[in-house]
């Protein structure tokens, strides 16, 4: 994006921009993203690093903010199952690779932080701290990468970043 934010997709992904304002830090910024179905990884760009508040990513059972941030989430219903190949309770299950993320819905807020996991099962369950993921569906959209795909990941947002004399992906 523009302001110098990632954004990868996992196949089969419903992903929507419902609002995007950056004009290089120079007036009203603002992004809502909606994921719908499926998971992405995401490292936020310049809009929210002022006001938080700023950033918000919305999901069927909560709403995600950021506190400066690295993240993935993976939006499951039934089609996601575990290591053995067994089905996983549905919901959205998410972990912080660097920094940290807000998680409300209807039952409040919880903030997750470095390598930190949750689920929420739905839009009125309190957001719950977890263990690895247990999906191996969810373990590459939100799970810790391995160190060097994470250290090429940061080095490319670096490259991108506002003012960095690279645009940004569009």
Same mark, same amino acid.
């Given at each position: 994006?523009?302001?110098?934010?990632?954004?990868? *997709?996992?196949?089969?992904?419903?992903?929507?921009?419902?609002?995007?304002?950056?004009?290089?830090?120079?007036?009203?910024?603002?992004?809502v993203?909606?994921?719908?179905?499926?998971? *992405?990884?995401?490292?936020? $760009?310049?809009?929210g690093?002022?006001?938080?508040?700023?950033?918000?990513?919305?999901?069927?059972?909560?709403?995600?903010?950021?506190?400066?941030?690295?993240?993935?989430?993976?939006?499951?219903?039934?089609?996601?199952?575990d290591?053995?190949?067994?089905?996983?309770?549905?919901?959205?299950?998410?972990?912080?690779?660097d $920094?940290?993320?807000?998680?409300?819905?209807?039952?409040g807020?919880?903030?997750?932080?470095?390598?930190?996991?949750?689920?929420?099962?739905?839009?009125? *369950?309190?957001?719950?701290?977890?263990?690895?993921?247990?999906?191996?569906?969810?373990?590459?959209?939100c799970?810790?990468p @391995?160190?060097?795909v994470?250290?090429?990941? @940061?080095?490319?947002?670096?490259?991108?970043?506002?003012?960095?004399?690279?645009?940004?992906?569009?």
């Amino acid at each position: 994006f523009t302001d110098g934010g990632l954004t990868s *997709l996992r196949p089969d992904t419903e992903f929507k921009v419902s609002d995007y304002r950056y004009s290089g830090g120079k007036g009203e910024e603002k992004v809502v993203f909606e994921l719908v179905k499926g998971g *992405l990884r995401t490292i936020t $760009g310049a809009v929210g690093k002022k006001n938080q508040d700023d950033y918000q990513l919305d999901t069927p059972v909560s709403t995600i903010g950021i506190r400066g941030t690295h993240y993935g989430l993976r939006m499951c219903f039934e089609e996601c199952k575990d290591a053995a190949g067994n089905p996983i309770d549905p919901g959205l299950y998410g972990g912080v690779v660097d $920094g940290k993320i807000s998680v409300s819905n209807d039952s409040g807020e919880q903030v997750f932080g470095n390598d930190r996991y949750f689920h929420v099962g739905w839009i009125s *369950l309190t957001p719950v701290r977890s263990g690895i993921p247990r999906s191996r569906d969810c373990s590459a959209a939100c799970g810790r990468p @391995r160190r060097s795909v994470s250290r090429s990941l @940061r080095a490319r947002h670096r490259s991108r970043s506002p003012g960095s004399g690279r645009r940004g992906l569009r």
